[in-house]
């Protein structure tokens, strides 16, 4: 608060004024307004925060489990003869009915709700994870998502979770690019940056190579040795990529290797050069 000090000096003759020397006045006092404290919203309640959200995240799995018996149910007439014309278009019909009730567009809304009652805390940014995660197709609700994670949360860890999944969803590119710009520029946690920058690469890989490649090789550069949250290094899924990127395109000379056949005789992919090969690889997962 800024004090103005206004002082008052007067010059007078005593000799003509003797009031003034005879009966010096009281000086008054100048009124001061007192400030009045702003109230502050009470702190979030932690624990209660965390309470509600893993009471929410329960719920949630009973529903999707719910959800995935009954489409279970609905698959399991044909698990060992395929369907007729008929079954194929009625067992359409009834899955696209099914998908309707997806209990992640019911949900979302609800993780939404809770990431707003405590922006600043941990169970707003994973509530606002969960938006995003679910991969509903309520653009709108998943944006704000993502902008609140960018706004309130940049400086949390977590955030690597968003980088690793920005590049999956339906979000325009050019909002999701530029979500991993920010992600990969101001981010002070190299899982972050290394996750955005993967996402970012495996996004432009679809519309501009070179740049692709770049990031690929920035990650080599940078984060060649960060172990990524699903197994691995940076470096080796970079360094597969930039093979894929630079060896396996339609038209260039397929690299050659060794394999052996059904009845268990080596080959290699070289013995059949100038003849059509076709090369099915399979497996369980």
Do not use: C
């Not at 608060?1 to 007067?10: D, E, G, K, N, P």
């Not at 968003?162 to 991993?180: K, M």
């Amino acid at each position: 608060m800024r004090r103005s000090i206004h002082v008052l000096v007067a010059l007078a003759a005593l000799g003509t004024h003797p009031s003034l020397w005879a009966r010096p006045q009281t000086p008054t006092a100048t009124p001061t307004a007192t400030p009045t404290a702003t109230p502050t919203a009470p702190a979030p309640d932690e624990a209660a925060l965390q309470a509600e959200l893993a009471a929410l995240d329960e719920e949630f799995e009973a529903a999707q489990r719910a959800f995935y018996d009954k489409l279970g149910e609905l698959y399991a007439p044909f698990e060992n003869t395929d369907p007729s014309e008929e079954e194929s278009a009625e067992l359409e019909r009834k899955v696209k009915e099914l998908y309707a009730q997806d209990p992640s567009k019911s949900f979302a809304p609800r993780f939404a709700a809770l990431a707003k009652k405590a922006p600043a805390t941990l169970v707003s940014a994973t509530a606002w994870l969960r938006v995003v995660n679910l991969r509903i197709d309520d653009e709108a609700l998943v944006k704000d998502a993502v902008s609140a994670l960018l706004a309130g949360h940049l400086e949390r860890a977590e955030l690597s979770e968003l980088a690793s999944t920005l590049g999956y969803t339906q979000l325009p590119q050019e909002f999701v690019r530029s979500a991993l710009d920010t992600l990969r520029a101001k981010s002070p946690h190299p899982s972050v940056r290394a996750a955005a920058t993967l996402s970012l690469a495996h996004v432009l890989v679809r519309s501009d190579v070179a740049q692709a490649k770049e990031l690929y090789r920035e990650l080599i550069a940078k984060f060649a040795a960060l172990e990524a949250s699903w197994g691995g290094s940076y470096g080796d899924v970079a360094t597969r990529a930039l093979f894929e990127l630079e060896r396996l395109q339609i038209g260039m000379l397929a690299p050659d290797f060794e394999a052996s056949d059904e009845n268990d005789v080596k080959f290699k992919v070289s013995d059949y050069r100038g003849k059509v090969v076709v090369l099915d690889f399979w497996g369980f997962w």
